[in-house]
């Protein structure tokens, strides 16, 4: 049964940072692309970045640019998104999906992540 | 904002069919597979349909998906109770170089 599940979520002062883990298991976690997608409480889907299966090719929105980092470590079958300079606007819960094509076929249950002081 | 539309509600009684549409651009859907994804109430997205038209197993066939030109369609046949949630239409997007999901319908069964 494919499984994600993700950690690293909770409160943090504006500006400050926080790493999301993502752990896999079910599935050959090297063999496919990763996302993760975020969504403000009450609000919609907002895709923030993906990750090739060897994680040679990262790509990110750009309300997060230059701030998230993307990676992978496919010996722990885990999944990161490291958050710097946190702001107000990124409080939302993030989930890590599974690529299978440009869709996104399984779903983590979601962390929440708080920036507020 | 995203530059992919969608109603934000529909409604319909049980066992009406309920059509929800999403509006993109040539960058996306126009040129792109389009997914569907229904969340219920206080869970993670689950996916409902993929390229355009494909159901993944354990989807039930009353949910079908179409595409014309840039806009997306899911439809609802039979609605039932448990239909109730939001859902979303996706597709790749060439500008953004990753997903672009619609901005969400919310979908009341009366």
């Known amino acids: 049964e494919v499984q994600l599940v993700e950690s690293g979520g909770g409160l943090v002062q504006p500006g400050g940072s926080l790493r999301l883990s993502c752990a896999a298991s079910?599935?050959?976690?090297?063999?496919?692309?990763m996302h993760w997608v975020r969504q403000v409480p009450g609000k919609g889907l907002e895709w923030v970045s993906h990750i090739s299966d060897d994680g040679s090719r990262t790509n990110y929105a750009d309300s997060v640019g230059g701030r998230f980092t993307i990676s992978r470590d496919n010996a722990k079958n885990t999944l990161y998104l490291q958050m710097n300079s946190l702001r107000a606007e990124d409080t939302a819960v993030y989930y890590c999906?599974?690529?299978?094509?440009?869709?996104?076929?399984?779903w983590g249950q979601g962390t929440l992540v708080t920036v507020s002081s | 904002q995203s530059v992919v539309t969608q109603s934000p509600s529909a409604s319909g009684t049980p066992g009406q069919r309920v059509t929800i549409s999403c509006s993109g651009s040539?960058?996306?859907?126009?040129?792109?597979?389009v997914s569907w994804y229904q969340q219920l109430p206080g869970t993670a997205p689950k996916l409902l349909v993929y390229?355009?038209?494909q159901r993944p197993s354990g989807v039930p066939d009353r949910f079908s998906g179409s595409k014309s030109g840039t806009s997306a369609s899911l439809a609802i046949s039979g609605l039932r109770s448990e239909d109730e949630g939001d859902y979303y239409c996706?597709?790749?997007?060439?500008?953004?170089?990753?997903?672009?999901f619609g901005t969400g319908t919310k979908v009341t069964v009366l």
């Open positions: 999906a599974r690529d299978l094509g440009g869709w996104n076929d399984f």
């Open positions: 040539s960058s996306n859907i126009g040129t792109k597979y």
């Open positions: 079910g599935f050959t976690f090297s063999s496919y692309w």
């Open positions: 390229r355009t038209n």
């Open positions: 996706a597709a790749w997007d060439d500008s953004l170089s990753g997903i672009v």
